[in-house]
């Protein structure tokens, strides 16, 4: 008997609980890793080795020793840490990412938002918010007291204690020294060190990619499929990506390893550098006598799926098999799920192409939801990757719970075992076990945060909620500040501060942010005259408040965001400056147990090399 690989989670879902059991639409990918590293998953009590294309989720924590380096892909967004650095994801969804900075330097660059999304860094001094494009740094000192907020580009929303607020615009550094906000220092940027090229290198990787047309810019990896493939246009499916360089006999989900993630439980990692954006989204086809990934459609938002396989094993404790699915096929998750959200995982990831159209995918659907809520085989298809040659690939139960590296630990099938075995509705057939959750650290690393970033930091919003029902640990070190925006202004460090409009109901938690124009590029590092005195900081805060509104400096226009259901695409360009006297770092291998990946940018490729 062959059944659809699952974890201890129940796939069917009551009618009466519409989503309040769904997972979140969006993950972090560790897209760049150089040095020192480890993660701890939520879940887990154990460090295990940060991967490449590892998805990041509510309650997992990062921590880089001396020397390391780390990039976290948002979709839309890029997070990343210096070494000696620890960082916690406390809330991440389709409308706001919130972190914890309990020690060391993290940079974020925010190049969209859809309408009333947000980012906010919550440190032991205070919490910053973000709501329109920009690049920010944040630095908190090893025995955390005092923070420093650093805005290159767009503005933001500095919170501490006693509903003090503090805006924060671009050019500027303000340094607090605690959660009162009142011991603040602010200067002008002079300088910037190799951290920051750093970031603004790969901010200008980013910026140079040609995806728009493609893909939509939520979706997590997307931007790395120019460098490592190329489009072509196809009569039936319409626009769909090949992978270059790959070896003869390559398939789909077969470079890589299984780890357990809650929510979703079972979830690939691909070991290619490109190896996020076509295993999380959008399907696969065999085409012209070689694999190619089909984005779902533009203008929809891109929910994310831990692997769009079918799964199949033979029996409790024997081989785990799966292959990708195919163009238009109903992926059914192995994990809770309510029926908007089944509808909407597929909707969003399957393109409708020629011969193909949305009533008959939403036929596919209705059909196989009712197999799927009954935890019943689903009968009547006929998976086109299924018989494809070196589709179907299967490992042992053990290395499949182990995080072991698929490709050298693949069993050959009997194709006649293989051509009888159904696919069907989840089951328990393989449970996680503490080695599930991510491959082993390598010896000789540095010492881990003990405690699990026991460290208290505060917060605006209070973390997910399902944080603490997958992680060993509760949230017990965030504070949520008490906010209220619509409160009378507070006077910080002698200094007035704006009434703030009172937000829509469902934004009771998060003051509305007002909006900043976005940054313009700088083409070379800006010469800025002297820092002003607070007390010329303060006489122009004064003058403007006469005038019922503080501004920088330099005038800026209102920001209107899109209301259109797509994600905003503003103008905003990273800063570029030059940096003569240093050359970009060079790339190191992430350490593992498996044979290493390599990180996210490897040579570039050479199109005459087939």
């Known amino acids: 008997m062959l059944l659809l690989a699952t974890g201890v989670a129940q796939a069917q879902t009551d009618s009466n609980d519409p989503a309040s059991g769904d997972p979140p ?13 480890g993660l701890l998953p939520a879940g887990s009590t154990e460090w295990s080795a940060a991967d490449i294309n590892r ?54 660059t925010v190049q969209s938002l859809d309408e009333g999304a947000t980012y906010e860094i919550d440190t032991p001094t205070l919490a910053l918010v973000i709501n329109q494009p920009g690049t920010f740094r944040i630095d908190v000192g090893p025995n955390g007291n005092g ?51 750093w ?48 070896a003869v006999g390559w398939a789909p989900y077969t470079f890589g390893h299984w780890v357990w993630i809650g929510p979703w439980g079972w979830t690939w ?67 809770h799920a309510s029926r908007g959200y089944y509808a909407n995982v597929n909707t969003s990831n399957i393109a409708i192409g020629r011969g193909y159209n949305h009533a008959a995918l939403v036929g596919a659907i209705d059909h196989q ?45 009997d194709a006649r075992q293989v051509a009888g075995a159904a696919v069907v509705s989840p089951a328990s057939l393989q449970r996680p076990s503490p080695a599930s959750f991510g491959q082993p650290r390598v010896a000789h690393t540095h010492p881990l945060p003990a405690a699990g970033f026991s460290r208290p930091v505060v917060a605006v919003n209070a973390p997910a909620a399902a ?39 469902h934004q009771a938690t998060l003051p509305q942010v007002p909006h900043f124009a976005p940054a313009q590029q700088i083409q070379q590092a800006p010469h800025y005259a002297p820092t002003p005195s607070i007390e010329s900081e303060q006489q122009r805060f004064e003058a403007a408040e006469r005038a019922h509104q503080y501004v920088p400096q330099e005038q800026a226009r209102p920001y209107e965001p899109n209301p259109s259901y797509e994600p905003m695409r503003p103008s905003y360009q990273p800063p570029v400056y030059a940096h003569p006297e240093m050359g970009r770092p060079q790339p190191q291998s992430h350490p593992q147990s498996a044979p290493p990946h390599p990180h996210s940018s490897p040579p570039a490729r050479d199109d005459n090399k087939h």
């Open 467 to 505: 944080m603490a029902a997958n992680t060993a640990r509760p949230a017990a070190n965030v504070r949520v500040l008490q906010v209220q925006p619509n409160a009378a202004p507070r006077v910080v460090s002698g200094q007035a501060f704006p009434h703030y409009a009172t937000p829509e109901p």
């Open 55 to 108: 998805p990041l989720t509510n309650g997992d924590k990062l921590s880089g020793g001396p020397g390391a380096r780390a990039e976290l892909d948002l979709g839309g967004a890029a997070l990343r840490i210096n070494g000696q650095t620890d960082i916690g994801v406390l809330n991440l969804n389709g409308q706001i990412g919130q972190f914890e900075l309990t020690q060391g330097t993290l940079s974020i």
């Open 147 to 197: 923070s420093t907020v650093t805005v290159f580009g767009g503005g933001g929303i500095v919170y501490g204690e006693n509903n003090a607020q503090r805006q924060v615009f671009s050019g500027r550094s303000y340094a607090f020294t605690d959660s009162s906000l009142n011991g603040m220092t602010v200067s002008q940027i002079d300088s910037r060190d190799e951290f920051d090229a």
């Open 269 to 335: 990692v691909d070991g290619m550098p490109w190896g996020f954006a076509p295993y999380h989204y959008g399907r696969w086809a065999f085409l012209h006598d070689r694999w190619g990934w089909m984005p779902g459609p533009r203008g929809v938002r891109s929910i994310y799926a831990p692997a769009l396989v079918a799964f199949v094993g033979i029996g409790r404790g024997g081989p785990v098999g799966w292959f990708p699915l195919g163009p238009h096929e109903v992926y059914n998750p192995w994990y």
């Open 25 to 37: 639409a969006r993950v972090a990918r560790l897209s760049y890793a150089q040095g020192d590293l």
């Open 369 to 413: 939801y009712g197999f799927y809520r009954a935890g019943r085989p689903v009968t009547g298809v006929n998976y086109v990757n299924r018989d494809v040659p070196h589709a179907f690939t299967a490992v042992s139960a053990q290395a499949f719970a182990s995080a072991r590296n698929v490709q050298g630990n693949q069993m050959h099938m």
């Open 199 to 246: 970031c603004n290198d790969r901010d200008a990787q980013y910026a140079n990619t040609a995806n728009a047309q493609y893909v939509s810019n939520d979706v997590v990896g997307g931007q790395d499929l120019n460098q490592y493939g190329d489009w072509e246009e196809d009569d039936d499916y319409g626009a769909v990506w090949y992978p270059a360089g790959v």
